[in-house]
């Protein structure tokens, strides 16, 4: 008689055991790099100027407003390009592979501020010039600085996220598939119960680093006049001739959005089960 296999079902789930405790919080090395950074809290905020804040809040407001706007359009729109990228680069046709593979190589291999200038100040410099567009209903929206941003950084992510979802794909263990089909289940039936979501799975931790990546990308929009914060930051510093403080500030909004970026996908990761991950 053959004994039970041992138990795996939370072989790699979280236990009481991996949280923070109390403790762990008052090591000294971290009580020292609490009081540093408390002192710096304190000194900042004494021997610098501050008053210029209450006239710039809502502006700053509007700004950080506009940057996740175009934080998370584009790492949207970015990701939904994403998936049929690096799903043709696995299973798709070779002119469908060669395609998306030679997209991804050109935009991850020129700078993103290119790319930036390159639709705005060329591709926008064109459309004036086509009567047909200028009486569009879409002139009022090309006229605007805002659709060559979201189109620049949705090209960008997908190009470095498509990459990501290729290894996702191909990473996914070919016998869960089959077993999918054994079952009798269709072409989409089985990428959208299983393939897509175990890819998503695979790439989740990756993805988390690509949308902080993205986040500090968005600062390239002040090139071409968009209003998001580091725009409005840029403006303080040409009226208040501040150098230190709005870049201080800058730092620490930048510092926040990051803090509850990684600590939301952290969430998520931790409520999606990782039996077979």
Known sequence: MTSPAPETTHALAFTPEDLPTAESFFQPHRILLM????????????????????????????????TLAMLFSTSILGFLLAVPLGLVQVTGPWPLKAFAKTFCTIIRGTPLLLQLWLLYYGLGSLFPQFP??????????????????????????????GEVMRGAFAGVPAGELEAARAFGMSRWTVFRRIWLPRAIHRALPTLTGETVLQLKSTPLVATITVLDVYAIISKVRQDTFLT???????????????????LAFRKLENRIPTRGA
Request: glycine content about 4%.
């Open 132 to 161: 047909a567009i200028r009486s569009s209903f879409l002139w009022p929206y090309l006229r605007e600085s805002w659709p060559y941003g979201v189109a620049a950084l949705t090209i960008s992510f997908a190009a470095y996220e």
């Open 35 to 66: 009081a540093i950074f408390a002192t710096l809290v304190v000194y900042v905020s004494w021997s610098m100027r501050w008053d210029w804040l209450p006239q710039y809040l809502p502006k700053l407001g509007w700004g950080i407003v506009v």
């Open 244 to 262: 230190y403080e709005p870049l201080l500030l800058l730092a620490l909004i930048y510092l926040c959005l990051t803090g509850i970026l990684v």
